[in-house]
């Protein structure tokens, strides 16, 4: 199957930019919280967003239910934005193995951030969250979306990038 | 802070600094976050939300009404969600001038101006909001805010007796108290639906005189809307500047002199805010404040300057009631000083009654009428003492209505006179009564078109 993502999508989210996820209830009410961190896997394949579980109780018991995700990543720099979304997420606590991930995003948030005059203790207090706080959320994307501002905002996106 | 927060509580958030997200849902069920530009306050309630474009939200919300925002606080960056329902589009009317004017400011601050146009303004009502637990930064020292010094304007409105008075309270309290740089109040002309500007501050020039048509920038939509249109960015788009003048000399081909008061204000502004004057359900005039630095009027602003543009309007209603029986006209300092040096030559252009001194232009319109009727009875009767209520009552003049607001027109007069020198002026002799003080022989020329 050849990959949803292109290699320019893949790096957006790989260089970690603002990554803010919905969900919705059985009674399709929606839920969303800015996550504390997001990656992707090098072939674009899976992405696992960090949400902090105290700040994401209803968000985290939708994705759990319905296994819907839509996640929006942004670069608060550039305004390129792009749109996943999923029907197959699943949920584990973050460990030790994801600490590196965690801060890896954070510094690039901080810098990101910084390119638009917000000061960097600001980033850290929009990010911060305890360690054992935290919970994984994985996914395969099955759906993508420019989501840049503009008349194309929201144009779906094929195969390796391609507009269908 | 206790259990529930209120909407009026965090529209620090609703500011623009830090974009909020949504999530809606489609009726097969699948979520759907996007970015906003714009989350306006419209009272406790509501808020409402800019639509732009045939988008997956918009589509969202007309299926499933059902919404849940994302906002952050620019000071703490403490998180709050809103859950909301949509209620309506409006596609004209205050709500939608205000949000247009500042998606305006918005898009051109992202380069953007070309792509961004509202279509209408979608209007939710807030079921629910929720404090997001988080780490946020700690609150700054609370700052005064301004309601000690709106409080401070409001006395002092109450006290004032001339209309003149009441404008250098405000402007004051503008600028002094609130550390506003740069502010203008203009009064509506109401027949030609022009507003022509009475005081101002921090300008080089006052421009006291010069004009602005209704809906034509900030201010002028403001003043067709009635609402407060708050930018706190500099906007590109032309229908907000205020730099495009209407050259008068379009409109009389004929006339051989310049006669436009330039518009002071800022060339760059970076933000702005005009506020309606109104009283009784009539439009008076605008209150407007600007700045070269971006978002610098918040809510708390907007709020301190509706209730000051509140108080002048019941002040300038009340000052433009007739004075009941009227004081006595002083005889004192009634006998004019002799003339001394050269004849001013006054000349009037009866297409638009503008009147010149030595050919610099003074003023056009009711104001050049009653100034052309005062010079002709000191000419031809050496009056020097006059009543409002005998301008009202002169066909001459012309005033469009009894309602029109002959003390902005007066006070117009008197600061351009003042402006333009010391041989002419025109001096408050009591409530409705006022004093032509002339240091020249006059020598009047009228010029039919």
Redesign the interface.
Known sequence: MPALLSPRHVALIARGVSA?????DLA???????AVAGVITPDGATVTVYL?R??SRQLLADIAS?G?????F?SPST?E?L?L?ATRARLRDAGEADAAALAAYRAAMVAELGAID?PP??AA??L??DRDDVVAVSFEPEAA?D?T???K??AAIGPAGAPT | MSGTVRLGDIRACLEGAVPAQMATCADDGTPNVAYLSQVFYVDEQHVALSFQFFNKTRQNILANPHGTLLVLHPGSAAFYRLHIRYLRTETEGPLFESMKAQLAGIASHEGLADVFRLRGSDVYRVEAIEAVPGQPLPAPAPRAGPLAAVRACAGRLARCTALDEALNTVIDTLTQALGISHAMVLMLDAATQRLYTVASAGYAASGVGSEIEVGCGVIGVAARERTPVRIGHMTSASLYSHAVRRSVRAELPGLALEQDIPYPGLAQPSSQLAVPIVSAGRLLGVLFVESPGEQRFSYEDEDALVVMAGHLGAVTELLQAPAEGGEPATAAGGGAPAPAGPALQLRRYTANDSVFIDDAYLIKGVAGAIFWKLAGDHVRHGRTEFSNRELRLDPAIRLPDVSDNLEARLLLLQRRLAEHGPHIRIERTGRGRFRLVVRRALQMTEIAS
Do not use: D
Request: aromatic share 4%.
């Open positions: 803010v996820v919905g969900s919705r399709h009410r929606p839920s969303l919280m800015r902090a105290s700040q319905t819907r995700i839509a996640v929006v942004s305004h934005t749109q979304k917000i203790e600001f207090a929009m911060a969250c979306f989501q501002p503009g008349p905002a929201g």
